[in-house]
């Protein structure tokens, strides 16, 4: 780590700040903040004048190497996290793939050894829970204890064999609540979704679009609304992943409002995309669940971060190729592929996107500000997910996790630019002003001038423990 390094004459933009000063950093921490600090003895010295500060991204929803309707991702820990870096993103945390009969310590030292010798960044998980016979709902505190406190459960996906019931949510709360442990839902109503879908492929309607038809914005409003009514009635918090609609935004809202310690995320998709992306020729490639959505919903995921009831946004990077997503298709006569929604496999990029589309939807269309961006790409995470005082500040004693951003630098978002395995970028074509030159974590470029420079492996994992009193009363910081 050498003997350390000046950052000179940045602009520092943190969650609440914006101001000029230097940054000093030592054995990979944030060592010193303000003007004029002396460089004498240390290593580097990064002349950051004309460029902005902020902390690392934090992507608290990805899902590298996950094996789903018959595909697999193609982003492995060492593509992944450069294609992370790239648009800024200095953690992640992971889903892992914890199947029945599995322990959730299994499946996450999975996790760590596919991570080890690998990741770029810094890297956590969160378990996902399919099943809650006694082992799983004992090893909750094992893995609180072990840094891993946060967990994922599927409300629908029910065929695909990783729905967890309400009576496993009720069990999982319960005991989430006795450990200081966050569980979390993907929220959809599974009978909505299941016989809607039946219908349409009876009907023969399986054109792309009917992907977003059968899985209707009241399928997630009655999900959330469940998911938040079991944690107020069992006391647990919750934590709600990649919100799509309005009435489940508000939903969420309420019960902030009553006090409930509920949280929720939304991503980049349902910040710019509607489900007229479904109509297109190439429509099957934006399949994910839940799907996008007219352009209120668009609206109310910005009034959401605005007001602060969505606290994080996240990718939801799937990384499932075009090819994988065709995979499952027959194709006709002429070869042009036949549409079947129900086979094609949901999820979507965005780690390395993420980053340009807030800038250019948020930043850009003046719908949030640059502290604002902070606060739901990095802050409000290590908040929630147990990061804080290591991670998504600018702060003395906290990892050198910094991006650096050229203002005036512009870059029309292509595939060819971006660092992705998915052959496509959902948002090809997007301006963006504000772009990243610099990626460090604990005070190590990773990312300069275009280029990795550091080796595989760097990223390390970080154990979590979350905060006691966001667990038991809502906090919007
Ligand atoms: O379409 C999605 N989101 N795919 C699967 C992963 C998830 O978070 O639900
Ligand atoms: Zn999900
Ligand atoms: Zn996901």
């Known amino acids: 780590m050498g003997q350390g390094m000046l950052i000179k004459n940045g602009t520092v933009i943190t969650a609440h700040r914006t101001y000029e000063a230097d940054i000093k950093i030592e054995r990979g921490k944030i060592a010193g903040i303000g003007k004029d600090l002396d460089a004498q003895n240390l290593e580097k010295t990064i002349d950051a004048a004309g460029l902005w500060i902020i902390p690392g991204l934090i992507d608290m929803h990805v899902?590298?190497?996950?094996?789903?309707?018959?595909?697999?991702?193609?982003?492995?820990?060492?593509?992944?996290?450069?294609?992370?870096?790239?648009g800024g993103v200095t953690t992640i945390l992971d889903f892992t793939n914890t199947d029945i009969g599995q322990t959730m310590l299994e499946s996450v030292k999975i996790k760590e050894e596919q991570a080890e010798g690998k990741a770029l960044i810094d890297y956590s998980f969160h378990p996902r829970i399919v099943e809650a016979p006694q082992r799983i709902i004992d090893e909750i505190k094992e893995l609180v204890d072990y840094g891993v406190p946060t967990f994922k459960m599927f409300m629908t996906y029910r065929r695909?064999?990783?729905?967890?019931?309400?009576?496993?949510?009720?069990?999982?709360?319960?005991?989430?609540?006795?450990?200081?442990?966050?569980?979390?839902?993907?929220?959809?109503?599974?009978?909505?979704?299941?016989?809607?879908?039946?219908?349409?492929?009876?009907?023969?309607e399986t054109d792309w679009h009917a992907?977003?038809?059968?899985?209707?914005?009241?399928?997630?409003?009655?999900?959330?609304?469940?998911?938040?009514?079991?944690?107020?009635?069992?006391?647990s918090p919750l934590f709600i992943y990649h919100v799509s609609t309005k009435g489940g935004a508000e939903a969420i809202a309420k019960a902030q409002k009553q006090g409930h310690p509920i949280y929720a995320e939304t991503c980049p998709h349902y910040l710019s995309l509607t489900d007229e992306i479904l109509k297109r020729e190439d429509g099957y490639k934006y399949i994910c669940s839940p799907p996008m959505r007219p352009k209120e919903h668009i609206e109310a995921m910005w009034e959401g971060l605005q007001k602060g009831?969505?606290?994080?946004?996240?990718?939801?990077?799937?990384?499932?190729?075009?090819?994988?997503?065709?995979?499952?298709?027959?194709?006709?006569?002429?070869?042009?592929?036949?549409?079947?929604?129900?086979?094609?496999?949901?999820?979507l990029t965005g780690m390395e996107s993420r980053f340009h589309v807030l800038m250019?939807?948020?930043?850009q269309s003046g719908k949030i500000n640059m502290n604002e961006f902070v606060r739901i790409t990095s802050y409000n995470a290590a908040k929630i997910?147990?990061?804080?005082?290591?991670?998504?500040?600018?702060?003395?004693?906290?990892?050198?996790?910094?991006?650096?951003?050229?203002?005036?630098?512009?870059?029309?978002?292509?595939?060819?630019?971006?660092?992705?395995?998915?052959?496509?970028n959902p948002w090809e074509g997007l301006k963006v002003k504000g772009i990243p030159v610099m990626t460090m974590v604990r005070g190590n470029p990773i990312i300069e001038q275009g280029q990795v420079v550091v080796e595989p492996g760097y990223g390390r994992f970080v154990r979590r423990?979350?905060?006691?009193?966001?667990?038991?009363?809502?906090?919007?910081f």
């Open 63 to 86: 899902h590298f190497l996950s094996p789903f309707m018959g595909q697999m991702g193609a982003a492995d820990f060492y593509s992944g996290t450069k294609a992370a870096a790239f």
């Open 160 to 204: 695909q064999g990783i729905q967890a019931h309400d009576g496993i949510l009720m069990k999982v709360m319960e005991e989430a609540a006795k450990h200081n442990a966050l569980p979390g839902v993907h929220a959809e109503n599974n009978d909505i979704v299941e016989s809607l879908t039946e219908e349409a492929v009876e009907a023969g």
């Open 211 to 235: 992907h977003a038809r059968t899985r209707p914005p009241i399928a997630e409003e009655e999900a959330i609304q469940r998911a938040v009514y079991f944690a107020q009635r069992i006391g």
């Open 309 to 347: 009831y969505l606290s994080v946004t996240g990718s939801d990077d799937c990384n499932y190729s075009s090819e994988a997503k065709r995979a499952p298709m027959d194709v006709d006569k002429d070869g042009e592929l036949i549409p079947e929604f129900q086979k094609v496999v949901n999820g």
């Open 360 to 363: 250019a939807k948020g930043v």
């Open 385 to 424: 997910f147990g990061l804080s005082a290591k991670k998504g500040d600018i702060s003395i004693g906290y990892d050198a996790d910094l991006v650096l951003i050229d203002p005036h630098k512009e870059m029309k978002l292509t595939y060819d630019k971006l660092h992705l395995d998915t052959q496509y």
């Open 465 to 476: 423990k979350l905060d006691p009193s966001l667990l038991r009363q809502f906090g919007n």
